[in-house]
């Protein structure tokens, strides 16, 4: 939906050969969706390599990844519909985007639209220093507005950064 509709309820008018069809279109501030692939593996990557992770590479603790995501609502400075986003100093979104990882709170670093996309966002998270090994479930929320949710598979342990913080604590 382009950003100049304004949210609300609209009549959806879809007009074929068989006839025309309405049907009413409740229009949100935002409506976040992460995208994945036909296995259903969240499209993310590595925030550091532009590398993308797949299910057969998990994240490691303190790792910055950027979750491919749509529907996050306006952006500052404004920008036309149907333009691919600028590489340099992409708009960011307006409205405050959260993430959850198995529930907890986890660091939304930056939220943007997606460089030379139309009409896609890409939202870095801080993957906490602690996880527990195995699948996590990641969402994001925009507005009171729940993103699906999806399955991260995780390493154990801490991240390096915060190995060497706790061992420059100890000297």
């Known amino acids: 939906v382009p950003f100049e509709v304004k949210p609300g309820l609209l009549q959806l008018a879809v007009q074929g050969t068989s006839g025309s069809w309405v049907a009413p279109l ?37 790792a910055r990844v950027q979750v491919l995501a749509t529907g996050l609502g306006k952006v500052t400075p404004e920008w036309p519909t149907n333009t691919p986003a600028p590489v340099d100093s992409p708009p960011s979104v307006v ?25 896609n966002y890409l939202v ?12 996590s479930e990641l ?8 993103s699906n949710r999806v ?16 061992q420059s604590l100890r000297h």
Do not use: C, M, W
């Not at 969706?33 to 036909?38: E, L, N, T, Y």
């Not at 409205?95 to 009409?119: E, H, K, N, R, Y």
């Open 95 to 119: 409205a405050p985007v959260t993430a959850f990882l198995d529930g907890s709170p986890i660091q939304v670093i930056s939220a943007t639209l997606a460089p030379t996309l139309i009409g």
């Open 151 to 166: 399955k991260l598979y995780l390493e154990p342990g801490r991240s390096e950064e915060h190995t060497s913080e706790l």
């Open 139 to 146: 969402r994001i929320v925009v507005n009171g507005e729940e």
């Open 26 to 62: 409740n229009v949100k501030e935002a409506a976040p969706a992460i995208f994945v692939d036909a296995d259903g593996t969240p499209v993310l990557q590595d925030a550091a390599s532009q590398l993308v992770i797949d299910a057969g590479t998990p994240l490691q603790p303190g």
């Open 124 to 135: 870095e998270l801080q993957i906490p220093a602690f996880v527990n090994r195995g699948a």
